[in-house]
Nanobody, 121 residues
């Protein structure tokens, strides 16, 4: 099974940018969908962005227009470019893989350690 490792998080001021990376241990070219999730303290994990092999993208309303997901099958890596960051974007960000579903993803992978994103006001 493909293992995923997230990186790129950090502390940034509101309005700033970060790019997260999700490196896979094997090929992602045949994986239907890759997604980025986040979990803030005291809240449920939520899907932030998803990209299919098409590629077709989906974004949660809260990040639409600010975040961009992309996949590089040659590097077996998925990225999340985050711009115009807000304090409410503060969370641990995780990636996973699976199958696309309407405004969701059917997860087939395991959860990794995630990467912490903290946005100060």
């Amino acid at each position: 099974q493909v293992q995923l490792v997230e990186s790129g998080g950090g502390l940034v001021q509101a309005g700033g940018s970060l790019r997260l990376s999700c490196a896979a241990s094997g090929s992602i070219s045949s994986i239907n969908a890759m997604g980025w999730y986040r979990q803030a303290p005291g809240k449920q994990r939520e899907l932030v962005a998803r990209i299919t092999s098409g590629p077709i993208t989906y974004y949660a309303d809260s990040v639409k227009g600010r975040f961009a997901i992309s996949r590089d099958n040659a590097k077996n890596t998925v990225y999340l470019q985050m711009n115009s960051l807000k304090p409410e974007d503060t969370a641990v960000y995780y990636c996973n893989w699976g199958f696309s579903a309407p405004k969701a993803m059917l997860i087939r992978g395991s959860w990794g350690q995630g990467t912490q994103v903290t946005v100060s006001s």
